[in-house]
């Protein structure tokens, strides 16, 4: 057996049998091509009512969020391609992983302002890559940033490195109607690594996941849904995290 489908499931049928464990899903191809309306009306068929796509937005939104939201192509074509899910009611939110490159020396997050808005009524969920967003008095002011345009603050799980410029956990609720938490693994050697799934390379152990599991009942307490996704994808380790954690916040009374 696998952990999230009967050994030797077709590729075809492995979204089924996750959704027969799991509530929600976030796509991640979506960074490197927008899916067809084709192929998110089958998500929908595929999956039980209920059930949410949180939509990872194109790499091109990472770099230039600002100038890839005004010209408008490439969210015309977004918008074409989730309809399904939207008119189904199974789009979650939408999520924008900014360029580490993205820090508060060269950049404003009023660039952020043109996506949000065209978005809109649909529920964005912002990952900042640069400390520095959170450092002093900078801190407040991006979180009152998030806050005041109604946009989901990504707390993210990350290693803590001396000297480096990675984004430690800031356990916050900006949107009362969505939390979101993304565990990247803790691995040391991050920085050395040399590919998505070497800086990956992290179990988490059961200490661990209780910690978490307390910060995920925190949140829960703030917002009216809280999305954890394990980002500890090699070796399997994502999906033995979320069930781990799935188990015991069942156990949490």
């Known amino acids: 057996m696998g952990l999230l489908s009967p050994k030797g499931t077709p590729a075809k049928h492995r979204l089924a049998e996750y959704a027969k464990r799991f509530d929600s899903v976030e796509i991640n191809s979506s960074y490197y091509a927008t899916p067809k309306k084709e192929t998110t009306a089958k998500w929908v068929r595929e999956t039980p009512p209920g059930f949410l796509f949180d939509i990872k937005l194109h790499r091109a939104f990472s770099q230039s969020p600002e100038k890839t939201a005004k010209d408008g192509k490439l969210l015309d074509y977004l918008l074409n391609g989730v309809a399904p899910l939207i008119r189904a009611n199974r789009l979650g939110a939408f999520l924008l992983v900014l360029d580490p490159r993205f820090g508060p020396e060269r950049h404003q997050l009023q660039e952020l302002d043109a996506l949000a808005k065209a978005l809109q009524p649909h529920r964005l969920a912002v990952e900042l890559r640069d400390a520095a967003w959170v450092r002093g008095k900078q801190k407040e002011a991006t979180l009152a940033y998030f806050r005041e345009?109604?946009?989901?603050?990504?707390?993210?799980?990350?290693?803590?490195?001396?000297?480096?410029?990675?984004?430690?956990?800031?356990?916050?609720?900006?949107?009362?109607?969505?939390?979101?938490?993304?565990?990247?693994?803790?691995?040391k050697k991050y920085l050395e690594a040399n590919s998505a799934a070497e800086r990956h390379l992290y179990a988490y152990d059961p200490r661990e996941l209780k910690q978490l599991s307390v910060q995920i009942c925190r949140l829960a307490a703030k917002a009216d849904q809280v999305r954890v996704v394990a980002n500890n994808h090699a070796n399997d380790f994502a999906p033995k995290t979320a069930i781990a954690l799935k188990r015991i916040l069942s156990q949490d009374p």
């Open 149 to 187: 345009r109604g946009l989901t603050w990504v707390i993210v799980d990350m290693p803590r490195i001396p000297g480096a410029k990675l984004m430690p956990p800031i356990y916050e609720v900006t949107q009362p109607r969505l939390a979101y938490l993304r565990l990247h693994g803790r691995n």
